[in-house]
């Protein structure tokens, strides 16, 4: 890809977000320089999970510099603030998840994938898709619980109902 395509795509995704601000739920506007709106989608889903890579890294080493070693809350603390920092975004990307289910399958696999393993509740040696579901529980938790970004998820009888039975018994400093 030349500069000259970077800086069309990422200037066709600034104006599928500008758009959104009103309505994340419209239809999404496809841009010549993807095609179809399922290019449109997995391109912003890539670029919430570069944020949201960034972010992880940034508050796992901090996590480790504090000697907390508390690997669930600063995962829960990167998915939080990315999503403070990008709401046009997460709110396109939530919106539009169940109507491209299969083109983003790949990619929301991957990214619970990310945050689970990350979050220290999963290993790398594990079916791919048992991993993608303790991160698809683990987001969900973290993303519709109530809190500041920053602050830990609340493990409470109530969440952990909605969790599989190996995530609703890791300890928090897992």
């Known amino acids: 890809m030349s500069w000259h395509d970077f800086y069309r795509r990422r200037d066709a995704l600034a104006a599928v977000l500008a758009d959104a601000r009103h309505d994340p739920a419209a239809p999404l506007r496809s841009a010549e320089v993807f095609g179809e709106p399922e290019q449109v989608l997995l391109a912003l889903h890539h670029t919430w999970t570069m944020r949201l890579t960034g972010r992880l890294g940034v508050e796992l080493n901090e996590a480790e510099r504090q000697h907390t070693g508390d690997r669930v809350a600063a995962v ?6 990315t999503a403070a920092d990008n709401p046009v975004l997460r709110a396109v990307l939530d919106a539009h998840s169940a109507a491209y289910a299969t083109a983003l399958r790949p990619a929301l696999d991957n990214e619970r994938r990310l945050v689970a393993i990350a979050a220290g ?52 400093h897992a």
């Open 121 to 172: 509740l999963a290993d790398a040696d594990e079916p791919a898709d048992d991993i993608a579901a303790v991160g698809a529980a683990f987001l969900a938790l973290v993303l519709a619980a109530p809190g500041r970004p920053g602050e830990p998820i609340p493990v409470t009888a109530a969440g952990r109902g909605c969790l599989p039975a190996r995530v609703a018994t890791t300890p928090a």
């Open 76 to 81: 829960s603390a990167a998915v939080r603030a």
